[in-house]
């Protein structure tokens, strides 16, 4: 098992430039999540997903567009860089989504936008 | 005023000695988490309590769902528990969804 993984590990833009953060994991969980952490704050829910085909926004999710067309794979885009979203962002997931189950984080994609 | 606040904010102990972080939060609660984050950046689950007490090896983890609050003690602290410590309880409004303390960043010197 691979777990969860995520590319790129670190990626430069420029302001208004568009992309793709890539999470898959081969554990066949329900939920998945995306998170960025910003320094010395605490990590914010951007949008999750409770299976494939159905996404719904978190705290944060200005900015991004998310898409679940398989149980494996949860992809993040940005569409027009802003500096604001410098950040590392990390991808979870997890079995059921009922809170008292373990996530599983991936490795975490340092963004910097310049 | 954050839902979520981690005491204290930076750790610096030395080998051997008895480590406690504590947490405390503002939201009625299912359960909560105890997260670790590397150095490297990785992250992964320590435990996670709806009530009492649990332990794992060195780790021992606590809530008072009554008092809001949550601590996480590590016994014999070695260098290679340097790392973030993240508290994350579960919002019974939002049910699945996690809201994360800033992090306790802990230093074990030899």
């Known amino acids: 098992n691979a777990g969860v993984t995520q590319t790129p590990k670190f990626r430069i833009l420029k302001i208004g430039q568009s992309m793709t953060l890539q999470c898959a994991q081969d554990?066949?969980?329900?939920?998945m999540y995306w998170y960025r952490q910003d320094p010395g704050m605490g990590l914010k829910l951007i949008y999750y997903s409770v299976g494939a085909g159905i996404t719904d926004k978190g705290e944060v999710p200005n900015g991004y567009n998310v898409s679940r067309s398989t149980t494996e794979d949860f992809p993040l885009r940005l569409e027009l860089a802003a500096p604001s979203q410098t950040s590392v962002y990390f991808c979870a997931s997890s079995y059921q989504g009922t809170g008292q189950e373990t996530q599983y984080f991936g490795p975490g994609t340092r963004l910097l936008v310049l | 005023k954050n839902e979520v606040e981690q005491s204290p904010q930076n750790l610096t102990a030395q080998e051997g000695e008895f480590i406690t972080i504590n947490c405390s939060y503002s939201?009625?609660?299912?359960?909560l988490h105890w997260l670790q984050q590397h150095p490297g950046g990785g992250i992964v689950s320590l435990f996670m309590l709806s009530s009492g007490k649990k332990k794992h090896g060195r780790l021992i983890a606590t809530i008072n769902i009554q008092e809001k609050h949550s601590s996480l003690h590590i016994t014999a602290s070695h260098p290679r528990d340097s790392a973030v410590y993240i508290c994350a309880p579960i919002s019974i409004k939002t049910g699945n969804q996690f809201y994360f303390g800033t992090g306790t960043s802990l230093t074990v010197i030899p």
């Open positions: 554990m066949n969980h329900n939920y």
């Open positions: 939201v009625g609660i299912s359960a």
